[in-house]
């Protein structure tokens, strides 16, 4: 999801030997897919897998109007993987954004057993997948640290931990900037009620 993990571009190489490999058994459909298009809805059931191979796809999540873009993704990047890999449903949206975009589809089940013939593959992406939960915890981490900072009045800290979360992605540094802007407000209240 960050999308600059080293472990990515392995793994996109190996997709790319992958679907030449299986190109028969995988018989992969092009979609092309306009501005605004939504491939996928959060909560929706995984059954097909989407590869990117040109345009971009913001990936957002949302919890009854809220809506927060986690990132934006660009080809080749595999779409729906961690759905069909987890519990077999989509945890966000992904909307084609800034133009069009084009896909190849494939039934999750088809590249499933395509990949049980490719052992490289399937170790790239589980440490592409697990790349992504350590920085997940890392960013978690900073998160309650950041939020510690803003309820101790600890200036310093979150000086150090926002700037720590502002290199890591855009959707981290609007979170940030929300926790400055909340340390703000809290100290200008603090000052007001003396």
Known sequence: MWGDEPQLQAFRERLKLLLEAHQQELNPKRINAAEGDVLFRQG???????????????????QGNERHTLAVVEALELLGEVGFFANGRHYADFRVVDGPAELLAMPGEDLLRAMLFDSDLAVEMLALVSERCRRGNRVIGLLLSGIEAVHYNETERLEQTTQELGGIH??????SRQLQRLHQQGAAWGSGQR
């Open 44 to 62: 929706e059931p995984v059954d097909t897998l989407l590869l990117l191979t040109s345009g971009k796809v913001a990936v957002e999540v949302h």
């Open 170 to 175: 855009f959707c981290i540094a609007k979170a």
